[in-house]
């Protein structure tokens, strides 16, 4: 390896290993981004002078012994002071807790799930999360996430085909008033939800032609590596042409909605709150922030647009989803929210949406542990690339023939003249009928199913808690070692699944270095490189993946020794042999004349040395 290669090389790992370093937001930034999320919606609607019900530390808020009489006599005045209640609504699968404080959803606990410590999985809690209502009235902000609601409903329990409802009533007279409705059947992860507006045509300022739905929520950490939870982590929302977009998952992210909205996900890596309209949002805005706490995964907001009606009763049905994000379960859901997974880009999504979640849907049918499940799908995936790989491995075998030749070609012409070397290996490659892009060509052509899985693993929810050997949770990394953070990488950890991946990725290289006869000596270096890189990068990722990965390189490794058995030297190099006596009948391809004629005008620019 010469001296700039090394250069090169060295410089590749400082820039990996740089960007996780400096690509990290400082404290500084995520504070500030903090504050500007505590205050932004307040502010954008011009309501910072509200001052919001002071709550106790037991979850029963009352009102202060003293209010201002003005709040009292202004309009929904009643409700200002008032005792919370809460009322749950309780199915199978989700169990949520409904509070008489906004007449707000609370909290929401996914009940046949546990956080990566073993606690009860709260999709969200606590005073953090706001839900409810923006207009003005009598010259008032009226935000009816701090006003108290009403109800005579009880806590609700079914399952099966029952199905229960509760009404919260906002009122501002007897015939005047807000109600939200919510409801839930056996069976789903789906909250009904509908707000009804009665005789405010009146009551809301003339000018106002929308309400503004806010929402926000402080969603907290459930899986075991932070870092990747907040990277897999942002809102998406959908079109009304079904167009599913998305803020950024790097960084905080905000996007004015001027198109109607069909509906809004807080999604976290494999949870997702929805809010789905069925007549849809006009536009709004939304946000997505990381918090300075260390316990939030990220912070969430969207102020969402209805439209008002000056008419006796408006009613606006919409419902949430509050479950997993699990393939099948979305897409039977409908409305597109499959589309949140993350399944890739360009072939790579089509190659997972529409092959591997069907047939790895199809292996999960038959409850076999997820170790089995993914070895089994490896081998199918094998089985159906195997054509390619042996085609790969006859070119190589060829160009191993070839490497005495190219060796006495090499001495002959020497390593000054490159051009010149480079077409007599041309002429060399013609006459022997060989093409020295063969064993790239197929290899190329399974990227995309590699690459595939990269994006299908980290993604799959099914994972999620599922031990296999030493490994405890395949959907995260498997830790057998830990230790302080490392300066500049930040790894904290080493992962064993990880190591067998790579030690077998190495193995696989050395054989096939020792076997493809390649001319240029450096690029076996760089094939020894690459792995080590890949150690580092994906240390952290999923051990489903890592073992997948392994899997894959074992199995390639031993199609290849079955192939080589298979495939005689000496056969190759007979025909070898017979196509250089054969008269040069063949039309030269596009390429080849393209190279020869590239090759031969390198030659001709070549600066000749003074006599």
């Keep these: 390896m010469d001296r700039n290669t090394l250069t ?18 400082s404290d500084e930034e995520i504070k500030r981004e903090r504050q500007l999320q505590d205050s932004l919606a307040r502010a954008r609607a011009g309501i910072e002078n509200v001052t919001p019900t002071p709550t106790d530390t037991s979850g029963t808020a009352t009102a202060a012994s003293t209010i201002d009489s003005a709040l009292l006599s202004g309009p929904f005045g009643q409700a200002v002071a008032g005792e919370e209640r809460t009322i749950t609504l309780e199915n199978e699968h989700i169990k949520t807790t409904i509070s008489t404080k906004g007449g707000r959803i609370k909290s929401v606990e996914v009940k046949d799930e546990k956080t990566y410590d073993g606690q009860p999985l709260m999709l969200f809690e606590g005073e953090h999360n706001k839900f409810g209502l923006f207009f003005s009235a009598a010259g008032k902000n009226i935000i009816t996430n701090d006003l108290y609601f009403t109800t005579d409903g009880n806590n609700v329990h079914v399952s099966g085909q029952d199905s229960a409802s509760v009404t919260f009533r906002l009122a501002y007279a007897a015939d005047k008033y807000i109600d ?53 982590s942002t809102l998406y929302y959908a079109h009304a042409d079904k167009n599913i977009d998305h803020l950024s998952t790097t960084k905080d992210d905000e996007e004015d909605l001027a198109e109607r909205i069909e509906w809004v996900s807080f999604k976290q890596h494999f949870f997702s709150n929805v809010l789905v309209s069925q007549n849809g949002f ?25 439209d008002f009606s000056r008419q006796d009763i408006n009613t606006y049905p919409m419902h949430f989803f509050f479950g997993p994000n699990q393939y099948k379960v979305l897409k039977a859901h409908g409305y597109g929210l499959e589309k949140q997974i993350d399944m890739g880009w360009g072939p790579m999504k089509w190659i997972n949406r529409f092959i591997t979640v069907p047939v ?29 790989t042996y085609r790969s491995y006859v070119s190589m075998a060829k160009m191993r023939v070839l490497k005495p030749e190219m060796d006495q070609i ?58 296999f050997l030493w490994v405890k949770d395949l959907s995260t990394y498997d830790s057998v ?110 390429f080849q004349q393209r190279m020869e004629d590239y090759m031969r005008q390198q030659q001709n620019n070549k600066p000749k040395g003074k006599k």
């Excluded at 002429?427 to 994006?455: D, E, H, R, S, W």
């Excluded at 190591?499 to 493809?516: D, F, P, Q």
Aim: glycine share 6%.
């Design 410 to 467: 090499k001495e002959k012409v020497g390593q000054d003249n490159p051009t010149l070397l480079q077409q007599e290996y041309l002429k060399l490659y013609k006459q022997a009928g060989v093409n020295p892009l063969g064993g790239c060509i197929p290899m190329l052509l399974q990227m995309p199913f590699t690459i595939a899985f990269f994006f299908f693993f980290p993604n799959l929810f099914e994972l999620r808690g599922e031990s």
């Design 481 to 590: 070692i830990n230790f302080s953070p490392l300066p500049i990488i930040g790894i904290d950890h080493i992962s064993l699944m990880c190591i067998l991946m790579t030690g077998a990725t190495l193995l696989s290289t050395w054989y096939n270095n020792s076997i493809s006869g390649a001319a240029n000596a450096q690029m076996k270096y760089i094939g020894y490189f690459m792995p080590l890189i890949f150690l580092f990068v994906l240390n952290s990722f999923p051990a489903g993946l890592n073992y997948y990965y392994f899997l894959s390189t074992v199995f390639t490794f031993g199609q290849q020794l079955v192939i080589r058995q298979m495939v005689n030297d000496d056969k190759i190099l007979a025909i070898i042999e017979a196509n250089k006596k054969k008269p040069e009948a063949k039309k030269k391809s596009k």
């Design 8 to 25: 090169g090389l060295v410089l590749i790992f400082v820039i990996i290993a740089g960007s996780f370093y400096l690509l990290q937001p």
């Design 282 to 306: 006009d536009g709004g805005k939304v946000n997505v922030y990381t918090s300075a706490d260390a316990a939030i995964v990220k912070l969430f907001a969207a102020n969402l647009h209805l």
């Design 180 to 232: 939200y409705i919510y409801s839930i059947r056996g069976g789903d992860h789906n909250v009904g939800f509908t707000i009804v507006t009665k005789g405010l045509q009146d009551v809301v300022a003339p000018a106002e032609k929308q309400l503004v739905l806010n929402w926000e929520a402080a969603l907290t950490q459930k899986e075991k590596d932070m870092d990747s939870e907040r990277q897999r």
């Design 360 to 388: 790895f849907n199809f292996l999960d049918s038959f409850n076999w542990s997820y170790g089995l499940v993914i070895l089994i799908l490896t081998l199918l995936l094998k089985s159906v690339l195997s054509p390619l």
